[in-house]
């Protein structure tokens, strides 16, 4: 029997110079979050997002020398499990820097751009989904286990509409969304710059020395702006 695993970070930032703060995760009816005292002190952009200060974790140990560390490690690599995020490629990062491996596993955000297929949806972040689909749950934005419970509520959603496309066969559900998930997807609209909110289909026919300038930005850190790349590389031809 499978087991989905719905998790979430919190970090210092987004580099790879950046460590966990906060884990939280929630399994059928267990739920857990903690606090970690990372290696390099939370910089104020980042309290700003998740109000994690550097005083709350002044008394904490590191995620890797905290008690219940080999328990979390050994349940995100059982065979039966499967971890799921939003943007699952960033989480699983700053888990892999800590020692934690995930073969496979389910991402929310590649899931909802694949189902978009009309381009109905201008952004596709956690909270806005949460409110653009009447995602109805009790939970606190940017804090890690708020943000599992809207992640498990918004992979319910998508899990079934990919269950009906599917012919109701759960077993080709979990392939398909693990497929979709494994490989980059294409990005339909910018959400920054001088084009945001425009299709970038349609950038790529009126200023495609643009994509050129941005696909060189976006190479010089491959692993994070995997999408983005694919994106590009595809409009550019």
């Not at 939370?42 to 550097?54: D, F, G, K, L, M």
């Not at 560390?69 to 700053?94: E, G, R």
């Not at 800590?98 to 596993?105: A, C, L, N, V």
């Not at 425009?198 to 696909?215: F, M, N, S």
């Amino acid at each position: 029997m499978t087991h989905y695993l719905f998790f979430d970070t919190e970090t210092t930032g987004n580099t790879e110079n950046d460590f966990i703060c906060q884990l939280a995760y929630k399994q059928d009816s267990e739920e857990f979050s903690e606090l970690y005292k990372p290696s390099i002190p939370i910089p104020p952009e980042a309290s700003a997002v998740h109000h994690i200060t550097n005083k709350m974790i002044a008394d904490k140990l590191s995620f890797k020398e905290s008690a219940g560390y080999a328990t979390i490690k050994s349940l995100f690599q059982k065979s039966d499990v499967i971890p799921v995020a939003h943007n699952a490629k960033f989480d699983i990062a700053m888990l892999k820097k800590e020692g934690i491996e995930i073969p496979r596993s389910i991402c929310t955000l590649r899931l909802a751009r694949y189902l978009d297929r009309e381009n109905k949806i201008p952004r596709y972040n956690l909270q806005f989904l949460r409110y653009y689909l009447n995602i109805d749950v009790e939970a606190q934005a940017h804090d890690a286990l708020g943000d599992v419970r809207v992640l498990e509520a918004l992979f319910g959603r998508l899990k079934k509409k990919i269950t009906d496309e599917v012919g109701g066969d759960e077993e080709k559900a979990l392939a398909e969304m693990l497929a979709i998930s494994a490989r980059p997807s294409m990005i339909s609209i910018f959400t920054f710059g001088k084009h945001n909110e425009k299709l970038v289909a349609d950038v790529a026919k009126t200023d495609r020395g643009y994509l050129e300038w941005l696909l060189a930005q976006k190479l010089q850190n491959e692993t994070d702006e995997e999408d983005w790349i694919y994106t590009l590389k595809y409009y550019l031809g």
